[in-house]
């Protein structure tokens, strides 16, 4: 028995005409964008931000006040006055070969005049590294605020200079400004803080323990040489090693908070 073979066509689809609309795929959804600048922030966040700067501004304020009380108390207690007198001559003792070249040195180099300077460069260079203005102004503030500070309490302590005559080195004339607490030691002690808050955030652990190795060595040595040539007392450096950290750390806070700049990171108050 034959099989019988049977094929089955499929009917040719017949071309498209002219006149048949032809489909047109659909578009890619595109995908979600992100600003390439963050938006400014609004009235309420500014607000806030103004609020907490005021509060740290009360604090700062505060702290100024109670380290000027202090001062007061300094000034007019016997004991205190008997225990600096014994520091001052111990520490004019060490004032042999070197070490009255290095007071000296601090003496100049830390100095008003000189402070001055050092300050104004020390704020163009971090500019310039960090390759931003605010940077180098925010880190002239945090020097030059705290400094004023100090000037102030010395004008409500007024307390006077440490006898010269009874010291064995004297190495320098006696100022007439006061010596509570001491600008010298503010100075040195604000211009070590702004430079290690004004380090880039990339900055190694290593390198932020050497810079703040150094800055205390700094600070001490200043603190060490002020007394030691006879210009303040060892409570004047005692107050100024106290009153600029905190001061200077609020006061960057402050500014972190109320003038924002994403190319600026604290490593101290973060």
Request: charge should be positive.
């Amino acid at each position: 028995m034959r099989g019988t073979l049977v094929c089955v066509t499929t009917p040719a689809t017949p071309p498209p005409s002219r006149d048949t609309p032809r489909a047109v795929p659909p578009h890619p959804t595109p995908p979600d964008t992100v600003p390439s600048h963050p938006a400014p922030p609004d009235a309420d966040a500014r607000r806030s931000a103004l609020r907490a700067g005021l509060r740290l501004g009360a604090v700062i304020l505060g702290l100024v006040t109670v380290v000027a009380l202090l001062g007061l108390l300094v000034r007019g207690s016997a004991a205190v006055a008997s225990l600096d007198l014994a520091l001052s001559d111990a520490a004019n003792r060490t004032l042999t070969g070197p070490a009255a070249r290095i007071a000296l040195g601090i003496d100049l180099v830390f100095g008003p005049r000189v402070a001055v300077a050092l300050a104004v460069a020390a704020a163009l260079a971090a500019g310039m590294v960090r390759r931003s203005l605010l940077i180098g102004a925010r880190l002239a503030v945090m020097i030059a605020v705290p400094w004023g500070f100090v000037a102030v309490v010395k004008l409500v302590v007024r307390r006077p200079r440490p006898d010269g005559d009874l010291l064995l080195h004297q190495l320098l004339a006696e100022p007439t400004s006061f010596s509570y607490p001491s600008g010298h030691t503010a100075f040195a002690t604000a211009l070590c803080l702004a430079i290690l808050c004004a380090l880039p955030a990339a900055t190694t652990r290593f390198r932020i323990g050497l810079g703040i190795a150094l800055a205390t060595l700094v600070v001490l040595a200043t603190a060490w040489s002020r007394v030691a040539v006879g210009m303040h007392y060892s409570t004047d450096v005692l107050a100024s090693m106290l009153l600029i950290p905190p001061l200077s750390l609020l006061l960057a806070r402050i500014i972190t908070r109320t003038v924002p700049d994403h190319g600026f990171r604290d490593r101290i108050v973060a």
